[in-house]
């Protein structure tokens, strides 16, 4: 056989291979992806731990296992000390996933949302007063995922309403205790704002209209509030906590609605 056929087919051989490499890893990210649609959070695991195998270093990979084990960890039992370590356990590997995701794509806002999101699951889980540096972290990711202004207006809106949140239960303490622990940044007002634009950039998602709700009324906005509320009853259910968090919208609305009289 001559070299140059033998090369041609090396080269056909190293092509077909690489295709079917890729095609596998675009497939199993889209076989995960349909159970996350569908909050087979397990299955979404498994799936995508296979394309890790696959790709080790593709980041679209290893975002989705950071926002898959946040869903799995959202919804462990916490009854015993056992349970609580499990869940803390849980976010702290998304984190590593979302660290990771980070070094191989800095470019993405993505990377930097899935690290606040991760961040923040872990302060909500500790105290956000007792780990300052965590929350900084959390409000500085959803402004960097912002700034590089990546991924579509879900991920842009996702991100606002991740640091609308973050504004929103921080500012809840005394501002003066805050400050003594380097968290005098929050404030309602930009919680409001940030919510404002969290739902024009993602309108329908349920999640946004409670808390932007909830963040109104304790502006003595009742009006608007009820305004969110109601668009919350109405949106579509696309995450697999929409339907508790409907039944809250329901509880707040007969609250604003009484204010209203």
């Known amino acids: 056989m001559k070299k140059s056929t033998l090369m041609y087919l090396l080269i056909l051989l190293t092509f077909s291979a690489s295709s079917i490499y890729a095609q596998s890893v675009e497939e199993l990210i889209a076989k995960g992806d349909n159970y996350y649609k569908e909050f ?21 990979v290893i975002w989705r296992l950071s926002r898959t084990l946040v869903d799995i960890g959202e919804h462990m039992p916490t009854s015993t000390s056992e349970q609580e370590d499990a869940q803390e356990k ?8 979302a660290n990771k995701a980070v070094e191989l794509a800095p470019d993405k806002s993505i990377t930097y949302l899935r690290r606040a999101i991760a961040n923040g699951k872990i302060a909500l889980f500790k105290g956000i007063f007792s780990v300052a540096t965590i929350v900084d972290s959390t409000r500085d990711d959803c402004k ?4 590089l202004n990546t991924g579509g207006a879900d991920v842009q809106g996702i991100a606002h309403y991740v640091l609308a949140l973050t504004n929103a239960k921080v500012s809840t303490k005394w501002a003066p205790a805050r400050s003594v622990l380097g968290l005098g940044w929050a404030d309602l007002d930009t919680a409001l704002v940030e919510y404002k634009k969290a739902e024009e950039l993602k ?4 999640m ?3 808390d932007y709700a909830k963040a ?10 009820k305004e969110k509320l109601e668009k919350a009853l109405a949106a579509p259910i696309t995450d697999e906590d929409d339907e508790v968090r409907k039944a809250e919208a329901k509880e707040l609305l007969i609250e604003v ?3 209203l009289e």
Not at 216 to 225: H, I, N, P, S, T
């Open 208 to 210: 946004i209209y409670v």
């Open 40 to 60: 087979n959070n397990q299955a979404a695991l498994e799936t995508f731990l296979k394309a890790k195998e696959l790709a080790p270093d593709n980041y679209e």
């Open 216 to 225: 109104l009324m304790r502006d003595d906005q009742y009006e608007l509030a």
């Open 144 to 147: 960097k995922a912002i700034g």
């Open 90 to 97: 849980t976010f702290y590997e998304a984190l590593a996933y």
């Open 257 to 259: 609605k009484e204010e």
């Open 203 to 206: 309108p329908n998602f349920v």
